[in-house]
Nanobody, 126 residues
Framework: QVQLVESGGGLVQPGGSLRLSCAAS????????MNWYRQAPGKERELVAT????????VHADSVKGRFTISRDNAKNTVYLQMNSLKPEDTAVYYC???????????????????WGQGTQVTVSS
């Protein structure tokens, strides 16, 4: 049973910081791209940041660029989202996602995988 467990959410004042963590109980964690999404009330889920399998490549949404940083520790099967200079519009449920395209290793086929965490609430308010 694959599980992604987020932690680190909470209530913070504007301008404050939070660090989200997502611990993954998945075999071969380093074969997954890891993503953070968020969904605010009444809005669609949006991609916040993504990090490649080795951690060398990252992409951040324009709305969080320069304020949020995604990182990963493959030895701990964990991905992080450091959030600084938080704004009220960052208020949302934040979800961790693990995604892997299908691939072959030798003659062994590994199918497409996509897993989600349960989400953690981040509220930015004075």
């Amino acid at each position: 049973q694959v599980q992604l467990v987020e932690s680190g959410g909470g209530l913070v004042q504007p301008g404050g910081s939070l660090r989200l963590s997502c611990a993954a109980s998945v075999i071969y964690f380093n074969t997954y791209d890891m993503n953070w999404y968020r969904q605010a009330p009444g809005k669609e889920r949006e991609l916040v940041a993504t990090i490649g399998r080795t951690g060398d490549s990252t992409v951040h949404a324009d709305s969080v660029k320069g304020r949020f940083t995604i990182s990963r520790d493959n030895a701990k099967n964990t991905v992080y989202l450091q959030m600084n200079s938080l704004k009220p519009e960052d208020t949302a449920v934040y979800y961790c996602n693990a995604a892997r395209d299908p691939y072959y290793s030798g003659r062994d086929y590994y199918p497409k995988k996509n897993y989600w965490g349960q989400g953690t609430q981040v509220t930015v308010s004075s």
